[in-house]
């Protein structure tokens, strides 16, 4: 590399760290943790999540710190990637609604431990929390994410992302499950469920998963186009789907660790999603 010959003249140390890329340490640093089973790790690694945090953290001048938490056999996820052989023992590995009331309504060390270093924490609960067989199965879904508001309401320097639960594969589902299971989806990301909880926000990935609320045989089941297989019923989304929606997820995030979508009593999702659409 040619360097010119009044740089020659400087001290190697200065030479050093005048050459040297501007560090990022200036720049606020967020720590984030998510929490999820299979769906959101095949979300992190093909939608290329964490990637996606530094690029976009960059142009919003914020550094996000995205911790992971899988399966417990899995464990805490470093925002390296890299698997710390710690976990955090969410009882029974249960993330549908009611295995999170527990957790965040019941004092723990699972909970402490999930509030003890993180400003933001995002949550999702897999695609079975989407078989909801009944109104009354609907009822007592809501009757827990409003219990976890409340609890929310607790730890104001915290923010709370409640990540809508998947659509089922339509070989995995049936119409009356599948709307209920966009009703949820629907209710959590309205004023109804976020008024007067200013610290909690929603990401909802059943809306971005699911195919549209038109009365057509897929309606409200994970879109043809993101099914793994055509002839299974793995209601996992497949590449492309992850592909799709892991760049919004991140921009999501940035965004919110930046304080460019403010919680608030009137952000609702209708209210932000075609930003990220």
Same mark, same amino acid.
């Given at each position: 590399?040619? =360097?010119?010959?009044?740089?020659?003249?400087?001290?190697?140390?200065?030479?050093?760290?005048?050459?040297?890329?501007?560090?990022?340490?200036?720049?606020?640093?967020?720590?984030?943790?998510?929490?999820?089973?299979?769906?959101?790790?095949?979300?992190? %690694?093909?939608?290329?999540?964490?990637?996606?945090? +530094?690029?976009r953290g960059r142009?919003?001048?914020v550094v996000v710190?995205?911790? +992971?938490?899988?399966?417990?056999? =899995?464990?805490? =996820?470093?925002?390296?990637?890299?698997?710390? &052989?710690?976990?955090?023992?969410?009882?029974?590995?249960?993330?549908?609604? +009611?295995?999170?009331?527990?957790?965040?309504?019941?004092?723990?060390?699972?909970?402490?431990?999930?509030?003890?270093?993180?400003?933001?924490?995002?949550?999702?609960?897999?695609?079975?929390?989407?078989?909801?067989? #009944?109104?009354? %199965?609907? !009822?007592?879904?809501?009757?827990?994410?409003?219990?976890?508001?409340?609890?929310?309401?607790?730890?104001?320097?915290?923010?709370?992302?409640? =990540?809508?639960?998947?659509?089922?594969?339509?070989?995995?589902?049936?119409?009356?499950?599948?709307?209920?299971?966009?009703?949820?989806?629907?209710?959590?990301?309205?004023?109804?469920?976020?008024? &007067?909880?200013? $610290?909690?926000?929603?990401?909802?990935?059943?809306?971005?998963?699911?195919?549209?609320? +038109?009365?057509?045989?897929? !309606?409200?089941?994970?879109?043809?186009?993101? %099914?793994?297989?055509h002839d299974d019923?793995? #209601?996992?989304? $497949?590449?492309?789907?992850?592909?799709?929606?892991?760049? %919004?997820?991140?921009?999501?995030?940035?965004?919110?660790?930046?304080?460019?979508?403010?919680?608030?009593?009137?952000?609702?999702?209708?209210?932000?999603?075609?930003?990220?659409?």
């Amino acid at each position: 590399m040619h =360097i010119h010959r009044r740089f020659r003249l400087l001290p190697a140390c200065l030479l050093l760290v005048l050459l040297a890329p501007s560090p990022r340490a200036a720049e606020p640093t967020v720590p984030v943790l998510f929490v999820h089973h299979s769906v959101g790790r095949y979300l992190l %690694e093909q939608g290329d999540v964490r990637a996606e945090l +530094d690029l976009r953290g960059r142009e919003a001048g914020v550094v996000v710190r995205l911790w +992971d938490h899988d399966y417990n056999a =899995i464990g805490l =996820i470093d925002p390296d990637g890299q698997p710390t &052989g710690r976990n955090y023992g969410i009882p029974e590995d249960n993330t549908d609604p +009611d295995g999170w009331a527990a957790v965040w309504t019941r004092a723990s060390a699972c909970r402490d431990s999930l509030l003890s270093r993180y400003r933001i924490v995002a949550f999702k609960s897999c695609f079975t929390a989407a078989a909801i067989g #009944s109104d009354a %199965e609907l !009822a007592a879904d809501k009757d827990d994410y409003r219990a976890m508001a409340q609890e929310f309401d607790q730890h104001p320097d915290r923010t709370f992302v409640v =990540i809508t639960p998947p659509p089922r594969h339509r070989l995995a589902t049936d119409a009356d499950d599948a709307a209920r299971a966009r009703a949820l989806a629907d209710w959590l990301g309205s004023a109804d469920f976020l008024a &007067g909880h200013p $610290n909690v926000v929603v990401f909802d990935l059943f809306d971005r998963l699911a195919a549209p609320d +038109d009365g057509s045989p897929g !309606a409200n089941m994970l879109r043809y186009a993101f %099914e793994r297989d055509h002839d299974d019923g793995d #209601s996992h989304p $497949n590449t492309l789907a992850n592909q799709t929606v892991g760049p %919004e997820f991140a921009g999501f995030l940035v965004d919110l660790a930046a304080g460019l979508v403010a919680p608030a009593a009137t952000t609702t999702w209708s209210s932000v999603k075609t930003r990220y659409r």
